[in-house]
């Protein structure tokens, strides 16, 4: 018996940069959603943008969970030009619910609080990692929801 495959319910694909001096990565950059294929064609075709890559930066941080050390892989590191100055950014792309400390409200399974409380927990501690990390290497961190990607 031949098994489905299972599809992703998230847009994925490989970008191909148009413009690759500006493009730092090894490889083209691999996108997980709508939203990063959006950052991707924002930054390749915006030009305050100097330079940018895609999961090119990798923090250490511990999972306060298990206490164990981890890798996190920012999404995007970019090099902006803001009128006279040129500022570094490392940019995480996520939703805006996970941002905020997940709600218990109606009819929410158990399962799905744990999860979203345990994602919570993580991501806090990568970004916290990431804020340490770009404040010594003179960067700022900042997080994209749909909220700035769609305005």
Not at 18 to 32: A, E, T, V
Request: glycine share 4%; proline share 5%; with cysteine.
């Amino acid at each position: 018996m031949k098994r489905k495959r299972k599809f992703s319910k998230y847009k994925q694909g490989i970008y191909k940069p148009s413009d690759n001096q500006k493009y730092k990565g090894h490889s083209n950059p691999r996108y997980l959603s709508s939203w990063e294929l959006k950052f991707f064609r924002w930054c390749d075709s915006n030009p305050s943008v100097i330079e940018w890559s895609s999961e090119s930066v990798i923090i250490p941080y511990i999972n306060p969970l298990d206490g164990k050390a981890h890798r996190y892989m920012v999404d995007n590191k970019i090099i902006l030009r803001e009128g006279a100055k040129i500022t570094k950014y490392l940019i995480e792309i996520k939703p805006f619910k996970q941002t905020r400390k997940p709600t218990t409200h109606g009819n929410k399974k158990k399962s799905t609080m744990i999860y979203e409380s345990v994602e919570y927990v993580r991501n806090q501690a990568k970004w916290n990692a990431a804020k340490k990390w770009c404040d010594k290497h003179g960067y700022k961190f900042q997080i994209l929801t749909e909220r700035e990607l769609f305005r």
